[in-house]
């Protein structure tokens, strides 16, 4: 099945979820955060054509784990317009759109 979340439950351990991450510098802040929050994990790594990184957490630690995982999306996510000027001119278009649709409303 597609997956196109980086978490799942343990194939042999029901007791556990599995986060997998594929950059290091994410892997590492969450393993951070983990440590930070004082949840146990087992950590390990899967060499290959792209290496990548997996933490069992416990189902008990599931909540705190998911907000650990939330706050590395988080601080690792690009902007959707990266380019300031054009992000700005979105914006205004957007606003003036919605300026001309109210006042064609109460014109009519």
Do not use: C, Q
């Amino acid at each position: 099945m597609f997956n196109i979340t980086n978490y799942f439950d343990h194939p042999t351990r029901p007791g556990y979820t599995i986060f997998k991450f594929f950059d290091a510098n994410r892997a590492n802040y969450f393993e951070e955060l983990l440590k930070k929050n004082n949840i146990w994990f087992e950590a390990s790594k899967e060499k290959g054509e792209k290496t990548i990184y997996f933490f069992g957490v416990k189902k008990s630690d599931y909540k705190n784990a998911m907000n650990a995982n939330y706050l590395v999306s988080a601080n690792y996510r690009s902007k959707i317009i990266p380019n300031f000027y054009f992000r700005w001119l979105v914006i205004i278009f957007a606003i003036a759109i919605m300026l001309l649709a109210i006042v064609s409303a109460i014109k009519s």
